[in-house]
Structures are given as structure tokens and as C-alpha cells.
């Protein structure tokens, strides 16, 4: 995205990475995306959720979804004006990350189940688990 070798081309768009692992050892591509950061400070956003190194605001393990909720006005807009989501993983992860999904959205005055179905039909949600 970033690094293509592809003349006349710009990427302009945001793309935000959400990472979690159990600790800073297990960082894969830490260093690529710390250059990105540095090089593409407009184009790119790198989140980590280290859940055995850091603690979530209610003091329990730190998860993708605490980092969802902590940035969930910033991710909601940008869903609402076309941006897509992706998770990748395990897929024991995506029932606490729906959970969060679910009651930012009603905290929000919003129904969940109506903006995934909207998410769905605009092919902005994509999921990859194993």
C-alpha cells in the first residue's frame, strides 16, 4: 500500500491497524509499521493492545476491543462514511469485540444490528478467522 513500486500513485486514504498480542515480544512487523508511521503520519494509525503488559481503563488485560472502545467515536464516523473494517485472528476474539461493538453502538443511541446488516450490505465488513 505504502511501499509500492507504482508510478504516479499516492495512496490518501487512512489505514488504521489494530494489533494484539500477549506481549511486546510477540510484535510481528513492529518496525515496518513504526517506519510507517514516520513516513505516512496522514495515511496511517498503529494501535497495539499488549494484554499481558498493559491494562484496560476498568484494570483487566488490554484487548483489541478496550482499543475499539477507547477511539469508537473516530471508527464509527469513519464507518460512516465508508470506511471498512477487517479482523483477522482467532476467532475466540470477535464475540468480546462484538460485545463492544454492540454497546458503543446503543451508548451511541445506535442499533448494532442494524449497522452491522448496513456494513454487510455495503461489503465494508470483512472478517478472516481460524
Known sequence: MFMEN?????????????LG?????????????AGYLKDYPENFRYDKALSR?????KGGKMYVQDK?????DEIFKLLDNGAHIYFCGLK???PGI?????????????????????????KQWHVEVY
Open 6 to 18: 507504482v508510478p504516479n500513485f499516492k495512496f490518501d486514504g487512512l489505514a488504521w491497524l489494530f
Open 21 to 33: 498480542v500477549a506481549n511486546s515480544d510477540s510484535l510481528l512487523y513492529d518496525e515496518e509499521f
Open 53 to 57: 503488559e498493559e491494562k484496560n481503563k
Open 68 to 72: 475499539i472502545e477507547e477511539y469508537s
Open 92 to 94: 475466540g476474539m470477535m
Open 98 to 122: 462484538q460485545d463492544t461493538l454492540k454497546r458503543v453502538a446503543e451508548e451511541r443511541g445506535e442499533s448494532w444490528e442494524q449497522k452491522l446488516t448496513q456494513l454487510r450490505k455495503n
